[in-house]
């Protein structure tokens, strides 16, 4: 699952709803009866392709920056921006942050930060505002391609005052100018060199990427120990964490790729826990709590991650809008849902939740399941229904489109194989690709290479402005070092346009109707296909309290401090 990198972000007053499922039964493999150990071991689905705060962008790397570093702000449970690192969140009001005149006399913003007292590093150096304003070096470099590049591009310069205060000025109005959640301090005493040597090569050479346990990387309440690459992570608490201490003295993340591997590994006691973020799917995690609910706590959260197909709008094939509607009127999503998933899915008919403030009906395009309609749609295209029962255009090539998702994830592989049966009713061959998680996302998807249709979700933060994702100048390409999240090649003017509105305007009522017209054009046009919202599933020991998922992209990692035994 890939993590949606928002540019500037507004948030609501809304928490997701968390319903819980206690379980009480008797002391047995991962059941109430904690270990002798003072570990405690994770499992996950996926491996993280780095552990870099800021290339590359994966569930799996934010689970274990949760433990390890912090941004300077963070989404809380209540989906409000909160400090993390800083003393107090800056605001027009508080005079923080305010509006001001550039050098070339365009109108921008300045924003004060003020960190807390006493951050170090694992290795004891002091973490400074020298730290911050190397990540702003990086990920403004073009040749890095780092996440969210626009973002770091906003931020003109950057004044060190001292070592806890600095100033940020920002080249134009920016509604989210104090959610700089992916603001981390990046060591300045081990990295500048190995960025200074070769920007290019920074991605591919960074400590966290070849001595991802050297101490110094890590300021969080833990520090990264031991890496098995594509298997595990060992971490231990930092010795020079400076807030609350944590609980546990080890965390093991244990990476089991396919699903049910991971159940039987729960099972035996192999790990203690599956993490909600990156886990068993809600089908799986059904049938698991009819056949073991007594042993465990079940938390379900529902939130902002949103599971849907990207499109390669290069291939010709998908380059007609009229495919790709067709492609949705032949997926019978709300009979997917209710079958795979008993109803708690919400079909989603853009990448809006409905949870969310600017989500919107008005005026949106909406794709039931409708045979006839995609027939017609098809047969308007070009694609005549042959005698083998597949389409085909004039010159007899058949209407075949690869489907690719994380190999191993039986969820996802079961959504799979409902639409390519659905679809090859409907005269559309789907082909089924997958490909390890690793790959798919840190070379598949990031060098837009695959050529079809491709299934993933995105965690976001509340009010997500989409450029990362939906801008054409987020397109990855050779000549961007490959950064940027519009996989799909989507280009649009208009898009464009709304989204630096969004970026820049401050009145959170004037963003609603740029809002609207964004979600009319995305259901338009879809450049994505759409498919539901998910639901998360959190499979706890009994004995273990203080895991609190957010429904948001914040991982419950963040809060790690709060995880202990229960008495």
């Known amino acids: 699952m890939r993590k949606l990198a928002s540019l500037s972000c507004l948030v609501v007053f809304c928490l997701a709803a968390c319903s819980e499922d206690p379980a009480n039964g008797s002391a047995t493999p991962g059941g109430s009866a904690p270990p002798a150990t003072d570990t405690l071991t994770i499992g996950i689905s996926q491996y993280p392709a780095t552990l870099h705060p800021i290339i590359d962008s994966m569930v799996a790397k934010s689970y274990v ?33 305010e509006m001001v005149l550039l050098e070339d006399g365009t109108e921008g913003m300045k924003v004060a930060w003020e960190l807390q007292d006493g951050m170090r590093w694992a290795d004891g ?120 201490p944590a609980h546990f003295d080890r965390i093991v993340v244990r990476t089991i790729e396919r699903t049910t591997t991971l159940e039987a590994n729960l099972l035996s006691g192999t790990i203690d826990m599956i993490a909600g973020e990156l886990g068993v799917e809600l089908d799986q995690a059904l049938a698991f709590r009819k056949r073991h609910g007594d042993r465990y706590q079940m938390l379900f959260q529902p939130g902002l991650l949103y599971e849907h197909i990207d499109v390669d709008l290069d291939n010709p094939i998908l380059a007609d809008v009229r495919v790709r ?35 919107t009906r008005e005026g949106v395009a909406t794709y ?8 017609a749609l098809l047969d308007e295209a070009g694609w005549t229904l042959s005698d083998d029962g597949i389409r085909r255009d004039a010159s007899g090539a058949p209407l075949q489109l690869k489907l690719m998702t994380t190999a191993g994830n039986k969820s996802r592989e079961m959504v799979e194989q409902v639409l390519q049966s659905q679809w090859r009713d409907a005269g559309i061959d789907a082909r089924i690709e997958n490909e390890n998680a690793r790959v798919f996302f840190g070379q598949t998807l990031d060098r837009r290479e695959f050529g079809g249709l491709a299934m993933f979700a995105w965690a976001s933060a509340p009010e997500p402005v989409p450029r990362t994702i939906l801008h054409s100048s987020q397109i990855p390409s050779e000549a961007n070092s490959w950064s ?84």
Not at 131 to 160: C, K, M, Y
Not at 330 to 340: D, F
Not at 343 to 348: C, L, N, S
């Open 484 to 567: 940027g999240q519009n996989y799909t090649g989507f280009s649009d003017p208009e898009v464009d346009a709304l989204i630096v509105t969004l970026e820049e305007e401050l009145d959170a009522e004037a963003r609603l109707g740029p809002w609207q017209r964004l979600q009319q054009i995305y259901a338009e046009q879809l450049p994505v296909l759409p498919l539901f919202f998910r639901t998360d599933v959190y499979i706890l020991p009994q004995w273990l309290e203080g895991v609190r998922p957010t429904g948001h992209i914040m991982t419950s990692t963040q809060w790690i401090e709060d995880w202990a035994r229960s008495e």
């Open 65 to 97: 920056l949760g433990m390890a570093s912090r941004g300077i702000v963070r989404f809380d449970h209540d989906w409000e921006v909160a400090c993390s690192l800083c003393t107090e969140l800056p605001t027009l009001e508080n005079g923080a942050a």
């Open 368 to 375: 039931p399941y409708d045979p006839e309609r995609a027939a």
């Open 325 to 359: 509607r067709a492609l949705l009127h032949a997926a019978n999503r709300a009979g997917l849902v209710e079958e795979l998933f008993g109803g708690e899915q919400i079909v989603a008919d853009t990448f809006v939740h409905p949870m969310d403030s600017p989500y």
């Open 125 to 244: 150096e002091p973490v400074t505002t020298a730290d911050f304003h190397l990540t702003w070096e990086i990920g403004r470099h073009p040749a890095v391609g780092a996440l969210g590049s626009e973002f770091w591009r906003t931020i003109q310069r950057i004044e060190i005052v001292d070592d806890r205060h600095m100033v940020l000025y920002l080249d134009r109005r920016v509604a989210g100018y104090n959610a700089g959640w992916i603001l981390y301090p990046t060591p300045e005493h081990l990295e500048r060199a190995v960025f200074e040597a070769d920007p290019a090569e920074y991605r591919n050479r960074t400590l966290y990427q070849t001595d991802p346990a050297t101490p110094g990387l890590w300021m969080g309440p833990y520090r990264v120990t031991e890496v098995t690459r594509g298997t595990s992570l060992a971490l231990e608490k930092n010795p020079h964490w400076h807030g609350r």
